[in-house]
């Protein structure tokens, strides 16, 4: 017998569960947010899905096979959210500046992704030098 669709851990089963809880709680807070906030409402019920799928997901995963979170990983994860409040920060206050139009939303893209580049890189996260001794390798060998 030929199995088509098998997840890592041979159960398809709670992935499906997860993802259809992710998508009770979008659907649920954009009936909510939505008349509240606009389309800035869905951002926030989608957000709010996925973040509820990701806690969910980990409490899963723990049952399961144990500890998913080290110390290492918690880490890693404060910093990316330290550097994402950072990045977020500098792309409301464009947006606030500027007129809201495509451009200022544009600008707010560049400004957040350059403050959250500089922030991930501020706090010293291990991926980060990595990535920079991989990329200044990969250049010498060029030359």
């Known amino acids: 017998r030929r199995v088509l669709f098998r997840s890592a851990r041979g159960d398809t089963r709670t992935p ?4 259809a809880l992710e998508n009770g709680v ?9 008349p509240l906030w606009g389309v800035g409402g869905l951002a926030g019920a989608y957000s709010l899905a996925y973040v509820v799928a990701a806690v969910v997901a980990l409490v899963v995963l723990r049952r399961s ?6 110390r290492a990983v918690g880490a890693t994860l404060l910093r990316a959210l330290a550097a994402s409040a950072v990045a977020a920060l500098g792309a409301w206050a464009v947006v606030e500046l500027w007129d809201a139009s ?7 893209a ?5 403050l959250y580049a500089a922030a991930i890189s501020a706090l010293r996260e291990p991926a980060v030098t990595e990535l920079r001794t991989m990329v200044v390798g990969r250049r010498a060998r060029r030359v």
């Open 65 to 70: 096979i144990g500890p998913v979170v080290d």
């Open 110 to 114: 560049v400004v957040g992704v350059g």
């Open 26 to 34: 979008n659907i649920a807070a954009a009936a909510v947010f939505f």
């Open 16 to 19: 499906f569960l997860v993802n």
């Open 102 to 108: 495509v451009m200022a939303l544009g600008a707010a």
